[in-house]
């Protein structure tokens, strides 16, 4: 590891600050409480960048960034992790860097509502965590992941864009798959993990409508599933739910997301003068029979007025969150004092199975169904001098050899003779 940029990550943590943007001959920028600020005598070449860059991706890490410009990846040293994304602009490569603590803070230190310890208790059901980006969901999904680990002998299951933090299994067996080096897809890690028999299952990121099909599924199927999702508050987390998919099919996923629904929660984090740093400042939407009613029946519009109604159910609204639990706290735990306590944080290596191909994902050509495939051009294989075919592979499970064969006989029927007249 480059020592210039381990002394910084280090002198960054002292400083408390969350995040650093680091790109070819212009400062260093770093953000701090939420506001950006520029060190002009910190400056990176652009071939120093590159270098590091270098030395830091994996083979396949390298492939993407080469052929995608970007790539979203995560480290550990000395007792600190941190969550990179190297992208290419006008200044040659940038990285955007994010600190995070080597060991997972606990909902206390978080100084996350108490209440929330009542999840690693559930059995089954979706729960949901959304804010905006650099909000703390995936913090926040963390505490509560490693509260059932303290707790519960069972098996969870993470897939994420990319792994966040490292859980060292205590009383629960935990895997953890990373999309684009352990798995191609959050839809195909969640396909998955329905067939390798958890209890629990984490999916990083609910953004394309079938990863929300898939995730509803496994909550449906009797898995407890976290999610993360980027929403401003409840009404909108649950429009984009209802609304990642069209025509009759929403009605499905509106009674699939009301039947599922356990816990909604919506994170800020916002500067507290008592505190003099950011906390999280939660909605809470349980699912009680009211709220699942109106997510079942389309009405968004009376959820502030159920959870305002809710209070005893465990119901906050951000308002009234702030001004009954935060305003009353006597005194806060500053989130960066999770770093250094590394004591108990993982040394399990990664292993690269000699079986498995890094590369074999980014050769395959995955289609939704056949038609798709059709509508796109894809390499052709030459059969014979006269002949030539269209192969594809499909995501279609329920296709066998038998329905191979019968597709291909019938493209053979379809070709024309050599009159020039169709079979």
Same mark, same amino acid.
């Given at each position: 590891m480059n020592k210039r940029f381990t002394d910084l990550i280090l002198a960054a943590i002292k400083q408390r600050i969350s995040d650093l943007h680091i790109t070819g !001959?212009?400062?260093?920028?770093?953000?701090?409480?939420?506001?950006?600020?520029? =060190?002009?005598?910190?400056?990176?070449?652009? %071939?120093? @960048?590159?270098?590091?860059?270098?030395?830091?991706?994996?083979?396949?890490?390298?492939? %993407?960034?080469?052929?995608?410009?970007? +790539?979203?990846?995560?480290?550990?040293?000395?007792? +600190?992790?941190?969550r990179i994304n190297a992208f290419y602009t006008t200044r040659g490569l940038s990285l955007a860097i994010r600190l995070l603590p080597e060991t997972i803070p606990d909902i206390t230190s978080l100084n996350l509502h108490p209440s929330l310890n009542q999840i690693r208790d559930l059995r089954s059901?979706?729960?949901?965590?959304?804010?905006? %980006?650099?909000?703390?969901?995936?913090?926040?999904?963390?505490?509560?992941?490693?509260?059932?680990?303290?707790?519960?002998?069972?098996?969870?299951?993470?897939i994420e864009d990319p792994?966040?933090?490292?859980?060292?299994?205590?009383?629960?067996?935990?895997?953890?798959?990373?999309? !684009?080096?352990?798995?191609?897809?959050?839809?195909?890690?969640?396909?998955?993990?329905?067939?390798?028999?958890?209890?629990?299952?984490?999916?990083?990121e609910l953004r394309e409508p079938d990863t929300i099909r898939l995730t509803l599924n496994a909550a449906e199927s009797g898995h407890l599933v976290f999610g993360t999702?980027?929403?401003?508050?409840?009404?909108?987390?649950?429009?984009?739910?209802?609304?990642?998919?069209?025509?009759?099919?929403?009605?499905?996923?509106?009674?699939?997301?009301?039947s599922t629904l356990s816990w909604l929660i919506v994170q800020q984090l916002t500067y507290i003068e008592k505190a003099g740093f950011r906390v999280p400042i939660l909605s809470i939407t349980r699912g009680s029979s009211s709220v699942k009613s109106s997510i079942r029946e389309n009405k968004l519009t009376q959820l502030e007025t159920i959870m305002l109604t809710s209070r005893n159910e465990g119901m906050f609204t951000m308002s009234l969150y702030q001004k009954e639990?935060? !305003?009353?706290?006597?005194?806060?735990?500053?989130?960066?004092?999770?770093?250094?306590?590394?004591? =108990?944080?993982?040394?399990?290596?990664?292993?690269?199975?000699?079986? @498995?191909?890094?590369?074999?994902?980014?050769?395959?050509?995955?289609?939704?169904?056949?038609? =798709?495939a059709y509508a796109i051009k894809a390499p052709k294989m030459s059969?014979?001098?006269?002949?030539?075919?269209?192969? +594809?592979? %499909?995501?279609?499970? =329920?296709?066998?050899?038998?329905?191979?064969?019968?597709?291909?006989d019938q493209l053979e029927n379809d070709k024309p003779d050599s009159n020039g007249t169709d079979k």
């Open positions: !001959g212009f400062p260093l920028i770093f953000r701090s409480d939420g506001i950006i600020h520029f =060190d002009k005598n910190v400056k990176w070449s652009h %071939t120093d @960048i590159d270098t590091i860059v270098k030395e830091m991706l994996s083979e396949r890490q390298l492939f %993407t960034l080469r052929k995608r410009w970007s +790539v979203d990846f995560a480290m550990s040293f000395n007792q +600190v992790r941190v059901g979706l729960v949901l965590v959304c804010g905006s %980006t650099g909000s703390g969901k995936s913090t926040t999904v963390a505490a509560i992941i490693e509260e059932i680990n303290r707790a519960r002998p069972v098996h969870i299951i993470t792994i966040e933090y490292r859980f060292k299994p205590k009383k629960a067996f935990i895997e953890q798959r990373e999309v !684009g080096i352990h798995v191609p897809s959050f839809n195909q890690g969640l396909l998955d993990s329905l067939r390798e028999n958890p209890d629990v299952i984490f999916v990083g999702l980027h929403a401003t508050d409840a009404e909108d987390a649950i429009y984009r739910i209802n609304n990642s998919v069209s025509g009759d099919n929403q009605e499905v996923i509106r009674y699939q997301f009301a639990f935060i !305003g009353n706290l006597p005194t806060f735990n500053h989130p960066y004092k999770s770093f250094g306590m590394g004591a =108990d944080s993982s040394k399990e290596l990664d292993y690269t199975s000699s079986l @498995i191909d890094p590369n074999a994902v980014q050769d395959i050509v995955y289609m939704a169904s056949v038609d =798709d059969l014979k001098d006269e002949d030539e075919q269209l192969y +594809v592979i %499909t995501e279609d499970h =329920d296709l066998d050899l038998k329905d191979l064969i019968a597709q291909y």
